[in-house]
Nanobody
Framework: QVQLVESGGGAVQAGESLRLSCAAS????????WGWFRQTPGKEREFVAA????????RYADSVKGRFAVSRDNTKNTAYLQMNALKPEDTAVYSC??????????????????????WGKGTLVNVSS
């Protein structure tokens, strides 16, 4: 059974950086695509970023393009989200999720509609002004 555990969240000032990690256990996820999502109280969870399996294709929400970078290390069964130039509106609980092997266009659709196979529990990022 696959489990995902996020880490790296915390409280920072606007303009600072954080790097989130999502570590998987249970089985290798080399062939899976990884996604990052965030949610604030009273709002639906929103897609943030995704990275494909072999080719490392990426996709970002418009709100984070140019500031966030998603990456993966298959040797560690881990994905990362580097967050730079953080803004107060980035404050949220950040979760990771994986999608089983499928064409990238299908994966992106799944990421954007919540069609995730396994979810992590999340880590809180709090950005103050």
């Amino acid at each position: 059974q696959v489990q995902l555990v996020e880490s790296g969240g915390g409280a920072v000032q606007a303009g600072e950086s954080l790097r989130l990690s999502c570590a998987a256990s249970g089985r290798p996820l080399n062939a899976y695509s990884w996604g990052w999502f965030r949610q604030t109280p009273g709002k639906e969870r929103e897609f943030v970023a995704a990275i494909s399996d072999r080719d490392s294709l990426t996709r970002y929400a418009d709100s984070v393009k140019g500031r966030f970078a998603v990456s993966r290390d298959n040797t560690k069964n881990t994905a990362y989200l580097q967050m730079n130039a953080l803004k107060p509106e980035d404050t949220a609980v950040y979760s990771c999720g994986v999608v089983s092997p499928s064409p990238w266009i299908s994966t992106v659709e799944a990421m954007c509609t919540g069609g995730i196979d396994v979810w992590g529990k999340g880590t809180l990022v709090n950005v103050s002004s």
